[in-house]
């Protein structure tokens, strides 16, 4: 048992968790001046005020024998969850980056066999111990950000054994929390004639294995012009579902394609991208119990416009943001530059902000009981802040993370 003392504030989210990740207001966040955090095999056991403590703490058995820590008067604040990245990948875009400022846009690239299939031809030669390696270093970058959950995609191998391998590269990782998710549906591969046959190929050989081997937690598919369309997408996310998986969908990302609605009648858990909804799409968003993954930074980096996150926040939808780290069109780990597009280009106040990198975000990857909150049997993810919870998201390349705690253990 740990207790954590000297705690400035204490960011708990606690309204957070009773509006279930609805219109958060300042209030919401449940800050307590004057912190204490009680931390038993790797759980909050207790989280409240120094004045509560001393008058609580007789009641918990054990207590006298635990383990102090002051945090010298510093923040403390949920670990947050990164809830959408290709995060394994061999190769390198680059040249494409340059391409796409001299105007050749991210969908020719992708025509003329560079884009996502560019990184399947370098990720398919890469060893798993290559992958693995990379991955580490990736994953590293993330923690020293305060990231405690990180979600991961496949999704550049497209056949059953180089898919396979990079889940395998996700799930050799075991500090601090991977989701992994099989977004063998990312992309047609050369070697098939159209969209319809790949997809029997994977319900028939890819998911069957992956699902065997305990290699995913989830399923995710790319519903777009060009890639995949609604009528293939759901036969694939009910076979997944059908397989146990959670399902996600990447969609409304360059066209409006009416994936959000193949991802609210299919239940998945979150819908990512969502740019080109229309206004009978957000307020069906709004209306549902999907979240909406927003991914500002892919939006930056292929000059597209923003998601209405204001009009989704407002009409009741549920936001998470997330970086969408990949070597294509989000070639960036960094949190503080998602959550400053989102207040300055889609309208999101800072405490919005903060619910849909911590609780909203754990929403889409159904783990809100278990992360994205600081409450008594949560998970005692945590980031210790250098400076006040209002510095976050503010200064683009700079989060002031002193430390990240994942289980209650100090992994920066
Ligand atoms: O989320 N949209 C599809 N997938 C990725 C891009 C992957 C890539 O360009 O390599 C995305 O933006
Ligand atoms: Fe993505």
Redesign the pocket.
Same mark, same amino acid.
């Given at each position: 048992m740990k207790v954590f003392e000297g705690i400035g504030e204490l960011i708990t989210l606690s309204g957070v968790v009773k509006k279930s990740g609805k219109r958060i207001v300042e209030k919401d966040l449940g800050r307590i001046r004057n912190g204490v955090l009680v931390v038993d095999k790797g759980r909050i056991l207790w989280a409240g005020s120094q004045s509560m403590w001393v008058r609580q703490r007789k009641g918990i058995p054990g207590i006298s024998k635990a383990k102090k820590v002051n945090l010298e008067g510093r923040t403390v604040i949920p670990g947050f969850v990164e809830s959408?990245t290709?995060s394994v990948?061999a190769g390198d875009?680059s040249k494409e980056f340059e391409m796409r400022m001299t105007g050749v846009s !991210?969908e020719d690239i +992708?025509k003329k066999g560079g884009?996502?299939l560019s990184?399947v031809k370098a990720t398919r030669k890469a060893s798993l111990n290559h992958l693995t390696e990379d991955l580490k270093l990736r994953v590293n970058r993330f923690v020293k950000q305060g990231v405690t959950t990180l979600e991961v995609k496949s999704? !550049?191998g497209l056949n059953s054994s180089s898919e396979i391998k990079m889940l395998k590269a996700i799930r050799s990782i075991s500090s601090p929390k991977l989701v992994s998710t099989f977004l063998g549906a990312?992309a047609i591969p050369p070697e098939f004639p159209n969209a319809g046959k790949y997809i029997d190929y994977l319900i028939a050989d890819t998911l069957p294995k992956v699902v065997k081997a305990g290699l995913a937690d989830r399923a995710d598919i790319?519903i777009?012009k060009g890639y995949f369309d609604s009528v293939i997408g759901e036969k694939y996310l009910r076979a997944c579902r059908d397989a146990g998986l959670d399902i996600c969908v990447?969609t409304e990302?360059?066209n409006l394609t009416q994936g959000y609605q193949l991802a609210i009648d299919q239940k998945a858990k979150s819908v990512?991208?969502v740019v080109q909804l229309d206004a009978k799409g957000i307020s069906e968003m709004a209306k549902s119990e999907t979240v909406c993954v927003l991914?500002p930074a +892919?939006d930056f980096y292929l000059k597209m416009a923003y998601p209405s996150a204001r009009k989704l926040i407002d009409g009741g939808a549920r936001v998470a943001l997330a970086t969408?780290f990949?070597?294509?069109?989000?070639p960036t780990q960094d949190l503080s530059l998602v959550g400053v597009l989102a207040r300055i280009e889609m309208g999101m106040s800072l405490p919005e902000v903060i619910s849909a990198y911590t609780f909203n975000a754990a929403k889409a990857l159904s783990l809100e009981s278990e992360v994205g909150a600081i409450l008594p049997g949560y998970s005692a993810d945590f980031v210790v802040l250098d400076d006040g919870w209002d510095r976050l998201f503010y200064s683009v390349g700079y989060h002031p993370v002193h430390s990240t705690f994942w289980k209650g253990k100090r992994v920066f």
């Open positions: 959408h290709h990948f875009r !991210y +992708a884009g996502i990184t999704g !550049y990312h790319f777009e990447h990302q360059l990512e991208h991914l +892919a969408d990949n070597p294509g069109s989000s």
